[in-house]
């Protein structure tokens, strides 16, 4: 097991992976941390802005449609990663433990 | 200052329901919702016999023996989260205030993104049956057990408290049963489901609940939407000429207006929810990282859909329930307090049928959640302090015997706290327990996987740190100084500690481990490496049970 770990370790493919998958959870956590407290910081400190209205002839404010906003983009961004994931992270995953696992003991 | 604190008490949907009357009219007294309700309890207990007959090993108890798919999960999930409280308490802030009931639901969707991201997959990968698992990998693994579960501990039975209290009381308006009976039905039930049944009964009936509530709500918008032939701009403007605060309530302001306040409840809504152990613990419930993943997916969809139906429910309130006689009591108010808007809104557009049926949803949603706390609060007793720390030898069976026995108790237990409390305002229990949540565990868990330097010390520092400010926080500010010991004025002026607190535990863990130069540091820097990659490949880590 230890000598798996060591292979791991010192396979570039994993280090790669583990850079590209990294890059992206905390390049959505960024997008999504920001979307966010952006919303809240208006609420907080100029609140009058999302009182306006998206148009003359509508009711709806830019703060209401900011707030669903974050909640429709939260929801996308889960997917986006999750088909990220799917589509490549889990494969090279799956190659790089079985060639550290096949690999002849050295 | 009267003013301010009716304020603060409504400022408390998410964490607490409080119906304003105590001892009113019931707002339903037909047969038709305690028809439903009862079929949902023989459903859920003919549930809990199969669940029974099933759960034999501590890896059934606590993980349901990991067999649970990722959509199954992530409707669970979503039950946890979707709470009586969330439910009732956001569509009746967004009837009382408007815009401002938008923050909660806004901030508690905002989490799940970052615990997918960051949370989910790792934690899965180094876990078992509870996150002080994967905490406690690399570090010395008693004293931050004891961290873990006693904050683990103490979010769950702040939690559970102000949950059966809202509860006793909310069934008390729904169906006219006295607290008292309410409670310890509530409590009888959920001992079964979870003494009995594990965490597979825990989560099918979280399941069936979260399908139930989604499909209430689903109907409800739906009616409500058919009234305006489908146009928001027509409810939204039918709302602003019933609601007195007119198109204020399309703008943000009426609730909290202090700018830290905001900041700080956003924090707590957003990353408390990365810290509650009920909800990490359901990521043990499925086989691999993979479906971890696709748990958190199916959540949060099901999750943000549940808030735009809720925004929709609370405007339509305002819409078809203010201002009409039918609803409210004599003094001019809605018959139980604002937190019943939704279930008013289900009569105004359903008729008894669909009031009686939104009304069992409530009465069953309850249940759900509290039985998903009682698990993970008899995980931290049995597995994290007796079968770790106090008796690392103990079979399968006497564990499996002790969380049954800490079921038992942790049920009596908030019973009891739940009758004793009946009159007291609790909102600083459920708030203290998001506090922690949010600055003990979370930033635990968080350190522990991602930051190479994090030594037991720094943990241990920064933890309880964490906890103390939270807890001084609550003590000395306006809930617990003003609301429930009656001083004036309170001596720390923010309600809502989270931001404090979680900047304190970071702060505290950082540093200590950065001055921490002791053997047993440097031992545990360089375990970090393997726990590494583990937490990235899922080599070494606790698959399905093989079939």
């Keep these: 097991m230890e000598d798996t770990y060591r292979r791991i370790d010192a396979d570039p493919e994993f280090h790669a992976l583990s850079k590209r998958r990294s890059r992206l959870s905390w390049a959505l956590t960024a997008v999504v941390a920001f979307s966010f407290y952006l919303w809240i910081f208006v609420i907080a400190f100029k609140p009058a802005w999302f009182a306006q209205t998206l148009g003359p002839d509508t009711v709806l404010t830019v703060g209401i449609a900011g707030g669903l906003g974050v909640i429709v983009l939260a929801v996308t961004l889960t997917g986006i990663y999750i088909w990220q994931a799917n589509q490549h992270f889990d494969a090279q995953n799956r190659k790089i433990v079985a060639h550290a696992q096949s690999e002849p003991q050295t | ?547």
């Design chain 2, 1 to 547: 200052m009267p003013k301010v604190n009716r304020r603060l008490k409504k400022a408390l949907p998410l964490f607490l329901l409080t119906p304003a009357a105590s001892a009113a009219t019931p707002v339903n007294t037909s047969g038709i919702a305690i028809g439903f309700f009862l079929l949902f309890v023989c459903t859920t207990l003919g549930i809990t016999w199969w669940a029974a007959r099933r759960t034999l090993t501590t890896r059934d108890f606590y993980a349901a023996g990991g067999n649970i798919t990722g959509f199954q999960n992530g409707l669970a999930i979503a039950g946890d989260f979707m709470s009586a409280a969330s439910f009732l308490g956001v569509s009746g802030l967004i009837f009382g205030f408007g815009f401002d009931g938008l923050i909660y639901a806004v901030g508690g969707l905002a989490g799940w993104p970052m615990v997918l991201f960051l949370l989910s997959e790792r934690l899965k990968n180094l876990g078992k049956y509870t996150f002080a698992d994967a905490v406690s990998l690399r570090l010395a693994a008693t004293p931050i057990r004891c961290l873990a579960a006693s904050g683990s501990l103490v979010a769950v039975v702040l939690y559970l408290i102000g949950q059966m209290v809202g509860a006793g009381k909310l069934i008390e308006v729904l169906f006219g049963l006295h607290y008292s009976i309410a409670v310890g039905a509530v409590g009888a039930l959920m001992i079964v489901y979870v003494c009995f049944g594990g965490m597979i009964a825990t989560t099918w009936v979280q399941i069936i609940k979260a399908v139930l509530l989604l499909s209430g709500a689903t109907l409800v918008t739906f009616l409500v939407l058919q009234r305006f032939g489908f146009s928001f701009e027509a409810l939204f403007r039918a709302a602003i000429a019933e609601h007195p605060r007119q198109d204020a309530i399309m703008a943000p302001g009426a609730l909290v207006h202090d700018p830290l306040s905001v900041i700080s409840l956003a924090t707590a809504t957003m990353f408390g929810t990365a810290g509650l152990p009920h909800i990490l613990m359901r990521f043990f419930t499925v086989p691999n990282a993979r479906e971890a993943r696709r748990s958190v997916f199916f959540a949060s969809a099901f999750i943000g859909y549940f808030y735009l139906l809720t925004f929709i429910i609370g405007f339509g309130a305002i819409a078809l329930v203010a201002g009409k006689p039918d609803f409210l009591d004599a003094a001019g108010k809605l018959i139980g307090g604002d937190n019943m808007a939704a279930i008013h809104l289900a009569r105004a557009a359903g008729g008894e049928l669909l009031l009686g049926f939104m009304s069992a949803v409530c009465f069953a949603t309850i249940l759900a959640v509290v039985s998903g706390l009682t698990l993970s609060g008899a995980s931290a007793i049995s597995h994290d302090l007796y079968a770790n720390v106090f008796r690392p030898g103990a079979s399968e069976q006497e564990v499996v015997k002790v969380s049954r026995i800490a079921t038992i108790v942790l049920g009596l237990v908030s019973v009891s706290l739940a009758l004793l409390f009946e009159s007291q305002n609790v909102a600083y229990m459920v708030l203290l327990a998001f506090a922690v949540g949010a600055s003990v565990n979370f930033p635990l868990l968080f350190l522990a996987m991602y930051w190479s330097r994090l030594t037991t010390t720094g943990a241990l520092t920064g933890g309880v740190a964490g906890l103390l400010t939270a807890v001084g926080f609550i003590v000395l500010g306006p809930t617990v100084w003003v609301e429930v010991l009656g001083h004036a004025a309170p001596i720390v002026p923010y309600k809502y500690p989270a931001l404090f607190a979680m900047a304190v535990s970071f702060t505290g863990s950082i540093v200590v481990s950065l001055l921490d130069r002791s053997p047993r540091a440097a031992r545990e820097r360089a375990a970090f490496r393997h726990l590494y990659i583990r937490s990235q490949t899922g080599l070494g880590s606790e698959g399905a049970t093989p079939h």
